[in-house]
Structures are given as structure tokens and as C-alpha cells.
């Protein structure tokens, strides 16, 4: 029988820390998610045996996290061939309703407390989020989080699957549980709906990254680190109104032919000042990190790492051995640099997003 776990806001955790504090113990959902990850992996239901992975800061400001995992780049399913950000579902290729369903965790639903009232002609929208491992993965943890996937969806974001991605995080008492989405054209593999759940113990720099406020009022801004994206802020209780916002955006981007990686973590309160102690230990709310780059169609992949969600937030999966020792943040900028928008495109873009946010 499927496993469900249903949950409430009154599972959110809000008194998440900084690493190095005293951590509240494992919540419900990161116990679900510890124990049927170990179980799939003790079954050999993975590609590989993760192990322990070999990890270094690389030395800079930008605090890169670089990991050796040689397997996954070896035994990862090949990707799919993507033509366009817009691509159709198709049934014929790989999709989620053709997995082991010994590879599915459990089956996530929201309770609602009773039903909704919703404006007159709008449906409901799906609540059912199916969880599977990864079975190639990236690290302790890594899973996917799935949208029905009877409604056979394109990787084109939903307000719910942002709804659910949001909610993920705050479910977990681990500030170290990420959850990212990859578009087609941004290293998306299979093209039907899905985002990437994993726990990673490090601090990235995209959790504390001071920001510049485009549209304060939806919590809209610009990052100002590299890689500069746009930035959302969503404490427990803007779930819904961070959800729809940034919908707002990724429509957007998908309708204009833009690929987007999408990163969300625990993180302080936005600001354009460098934060006190104090502020830079504030895990209460997600933020959500919106990077719009080039779009890559084909099989053109680095040979150190790819550049998709985890690594523009500054998580280095590498391939190979020799990289992973001697590759430089220097070189990791020259990297990413490569797939992000020329400068004067992205702020042509980030002028168009704040004209169609502030007309909603």
C-alpha cells in the first residue's frame, strides 16, 4: 500500500538555525524521507551506492561546495531529446508512470481543513505530490517531487508544484533540505513535471546573498552576487500569494522562450545591507532563487560539471577526479558565465518582468 503523508501548516518548522546552532530534532517529514531513501538504497533500487561523498569548499567569497560523485555522471539516464522550453508531454517517452513503484517514497497531500471556496469557473488544483527516489543521485536524501503524475504535465512549473516545492522546505527541520527545478533547456532530462528534493550540509552563499528590491511589496528582487537572478521571500504564512508570484514570473519566462533554473532553501530575510549575526541566523522563511539563462537543446554537456539548479546555487557535483581537485572559483565563474544572459539582456528582461508583475 502507498504510503501518504498528509500534512498541515501547523507541520511547518519555524525555528530552523544556522548550522553550527542546536538543531530541533528530525521532523515528520524529513523522518519519512531519511527512512524510505535508506530502505530504496539498502534494496539496491539506485544506480549506485552513494557512499560518502568527497567534499571541499573551494577556497573564495563565493564558498562553492564542491562534490566528487563520478557516478552519477556515468550511470544517469540519458537525457531526452528537447527541441524547445515548450516542449509537449510525451506519452511514448520515459515519464513517471513507467517507474518501479517500489522506487515511490510516499504520496504527499495537503490538508485543507475542510475544503476551499474557490471563484466562480476555477477548478480546484491538484493536491497529490508523489515522491520517488532518484535513482541516480546527487546526494544523501535526493528524491523527486511529482505533480499527479496521471495529468501527464511538461516540465513547465505550476503554482502548485511551487506551492508544494515551498511547503517541502518548510516541512523539514534541516536547513540543509533544498528543493530545484530545472526548465527544458536548462539541463531538464525528462519533460514531465518534476522538481529535486536533496539534503546538503553546507551553507551556500544564496541563503544570505544581499539583494536589490524590484517590486517590495510581492518580495521581488534582484540578487546581487553572481550569479545575479531574481529572488522571492516566502515565510510560512505567504505561501500561497510566493506561489503565485512566482508563477507569475516563470510564465513569463516560459512564454518569452527563456530557460530558468529554480532553487529554494532556508534562508535570512532579504536585504541590501550585509546582515547582523543575528539576521544571518534567521532560517524562518524560503527563499526562492529564479535564474534565467541561455537555453541548451542537444547533447553539449561541460566536462567538469553541467550548470543547472544546483550549481548556480553554488553546489559543484564534478564528474571527474582531476576536476574536482584543481578546478578554481575563477574557473567555476568562467563556467557559469557561459549559460547566463548577456547583461544588457537580463536587464531588458528584468525591466519587461517588473512592467508585467506590477500591471497583475
Known amino acids: 500500500m502507498l504510503l501518504q503523508f498528509v500534512y498541515s501548516p501547523q507541520d511547518f518548522v519555524t525555528d530552523v538555525l544556522q548550522r553550527g546552532d542546536v538543531r530541533p530534532p528530525p521532523s515528520k517529514f524529513d523522518t519519512l524521507i531519511r527512512a524510505g531513501w535508506t530502505d530504496r538504497m539498502d534494496r539496491g533500487l539506485f544506480r549506485y551506492r552513494l557512499g560518502d561523498l568527497q567534499t571541499r569548499v573551494l577556497p573564495g567569497p563565493s564558498g562553492y561546495v564542491a562534490q566528487l560523485n563520478i557516478q552519477r555522471g556515468i550511470e544517469r539516464r540519458k ?22 513503484a517500489d522506487e515511490i517514497i510516499c504520496e504527499m497531500t495537503k490538508d485543507t481543513g475542510g475544503g476551499v471556496d474557490l471563484p466562480a469557473g476555477q477548478l480546484p488544483r491538484p493536491s497529490r505530490i508523489v515522491v520517488l527516489i532518484n535513482v541516480s543521485p546527487l ?46 533547456g536548462a539541463f531538464a532530462s525528462v519533460n514531465h513535471l518534476h522538481l529535486h528534493g536533496y539534503y546538503l550540509d553546507h551553507e551556500l552563499r544564496i541563503e544570505t546573498d544581499l539583494v536589490k528590491p524590484l517590486i517590495a511589496e510581492k518580495r521581488f528582487y534582484r540578487t546581487l552576487g553572481f550569479p545575479v537572478g531574481f529572488l522571492f521571500f516566502a515565510e510560512p504564512d505567504e505561501v500561497d500569494t510566493a506561489a503565485r508570484t512566482v508563477c507569475e514570473v516563470t510564465d513569463f519566462l516560459v512564454g518569452e522562450n527563456v530557460a530558468h533554473n529554480v532553487f529554494l532553501t532556508r534562508g535570512c530575510p532579504p536585504g541590501g545591507q550585509t546582515p547582523s549575526a543575528k539576521e544571518r541566523r534567521l532560517r524562518k522563511g524560503v527563499r526562492v532563487a529564479v535564474w534565467p539563462r541561455k537555453a541548451c537543446f542537444g547533447s553539449k554537456e561541460e566536462s567538469a560539471f553541467n550548470v543547472a539548479l544546483c550549481e548556480l546555487a553554488g553546489h559543484l557535483p564534478f564528474k571527474n577526479k582531476k576536476d574536482f581537485e584543481c578546478t578554481t572559483e575563477r574557473e567555476v565563474i568562467s563556467i557559469v558565465q557561459r549559460y547566463l544572459l548577456p547583461e544588457d539582456a537580463f536587464h531588458q528582461l528584468e525591466e519587461q518582468l517588473v512592467k508585467h508583475l506590477l500591471t497583475l
Open 79 to 100: 537525457p531526452q531529446e528537447i527541441l524547445s522550453i515548450q516542449q509537449e508531454f510525451n506519452p511514448s517517452q520515459f515519464n513517471f508512470n513507467k517507474i518501479n
Open 139 to 184: 546526494e544523501f536524501g535526493h528524491c523527486l517531487l511529482v505533480p499527479d503524475p496521471s495529468l501527464c504535465l511538461p516540465q513547465i512549473l505550476t503554482r502548485t508544484a511551487v506551492q508544494a516545492a515551498i511547503e517541502s522546505v518548510l516541512l523539514s527541520a534541516d536547513p540543509g533540505f533544498r528543493v530545484g527545478f530545472n526548465s527544458l
